[in-house]
């Protein structure tokens, strides 16, 4: 577009040197200035980021460099199995927490589930609820097969109510707990977890959830519509990792 590094560094109000090193891929920038810097730019992060796909893509192991190729990648086995009462206290502790919340709705909370499992799953190599995830154009979401039939089993036994809501001209579909979460399955490290989480991410709306998962190396490896595996945490760049010697950096 005949910008200059400077124009475009003044545009994020960063230094010259700061925006090369963006440039090179030796810096990872925020979310905010990647915003920043498609909107000067006339594009969108999501391209920018496929633009990305071929140096990311050469980042990771083998298992997973051709996935743009026909054939889905081999998943490894990392043991992470679905725990029902496990998902159900989870799902009903975040919903008497955040649920109220006016942008909380099924988005939102697709969004808050994916990243207390995976970044648990990167600080401790396993996963809480033990949810299989997808990648959705919109970010990843719990596989519906599994999601939808536990959701259908709490609505039948009336520990769940559905509200339908109107969310800046969008129809919401909210759920809100119809009885006490029960923590009995959850470890005091999983609840501290759970409420860093929500702490951090639930005053997101869902786009910027949708668009903050964009960057998670996870989502970004995965074929769309296929499963996430939950080791691709271990490539996270410092941007959306959760381990305190990345966050660091």
Request: hydrophobic share 35%; no cysteine.
């Amino acid at each position: 577009m005949g910008l200059s590094q400077q124009e475009v560094a003044d545009n994020l109000k960063v230094s010259r040197n700061t925006y090369a090193k963006i440039e090179k891929g030796t810096s990872s920038p925020t979310v905010a200035m990647l915003q920043k810097i498609a909107e000067r730019l006339h594009t969108t992060t999501e391209d920018l980021m496929s633009e990305n796909q071929t140096e990311i893509s050469a980042l990771l192991p083998t298992t997973y460099q051709t996935i743009e190729s026909e054939s889905k990648p081999e998943l490894i086995d990392n043991g992470v199995t679905f725990k029902p009462e496990v998902f159900r206290q989870v799902l009903l502790y975040i919903l008497s927490k955040v649920g109220a919340k006016h942008n909380v709705g099924e988005t939102v909370l697709y969004k808050l589930l994916y990243f207390i499992d995976f970044d648990y799953y990167e600080k401790h190599s396993t996963s809480i609820t033990g949810m299989t995830y997808v990648k959705n154009h919109y970010g990843p979401t719990p596989q519906s097969a599994i999601y939808d039939s536990a959701i259908n089993g709490l609505l039948k036994k009336g520990d769940l109510a559905i509200v339908m809501a109107n969310f800046y001209g969008n129809k919401q579909k909210r759920y809100l707990p119809a009885v006490d979460a029960g923590v009995s399955k959850l470890t005091a490290e999983q609840l501290q977890h759970i409420d860093e989480e929500l702490a951090r991410l639930s005053d997101k709306t869902a786009k910027e959830l949708s668009e903050f998962s964009h960057f998670d190396m996870p989502w970004v490896a995965t074929k769309i519509h296929d499963v996430i595996d939950y080791e691709l945490t271990y490539y996270r760049a410092p941007m959306t990792s959760v381990m305190p010697e990345d966050n660091e950096n």
